[in-house]
Structures are given as C-alpha cells and as structure tokens.
C-alpha cells in the first residue's frame, strides 16, 4: 500500500492501521502525535483506525535534550 508519510510517498506492506504503521516504523513506543488526513488521532485510537491507500499522514515525534 502507498501512503504519503511526513510528505514522502512511503510503500508498505502488512500494514492496515495506524498501529501496525507505528510498529512498521519502529516507532509505537514512542511519544508522538499523529495526524491522519488533517485530523488528530488520539492514542488510544491507533489500534481501531484503519489505513487506506493514498491516505497522508504526519507524524510528529518528540526528542528530549537541552
């Protein structure tokens, strides 16, 4: 499936929601927002929201440091 991740057009396979994305990504431990065809999706809300072809996606992920 192609989807459009943080401006790229990214190919994956196996992945059928926003979960399973984070986890294609290494990043479903992470503290992070994301944003699903301009629309916030909350956390606890990764695991139900399925993916489609073509959807955009952005994700914000936050770094520590001083």
Known sequence: MKLVVNGEVREVSGVTTVAELLGFFK?????????????????????????????????????GGG
Not at 36 to 61: C, K
């Open 27 to 63: 990043l479903q431990h992470k503290i992070l927002v994301v944003e699903l065809n301009r629309v916030i999706i909350e956390r606890h809300q990764y695991e139900g929201t399925p993916l489609q072809e073509g959807d955009q996606l952005e994700i914000v992920h936050f770094v």
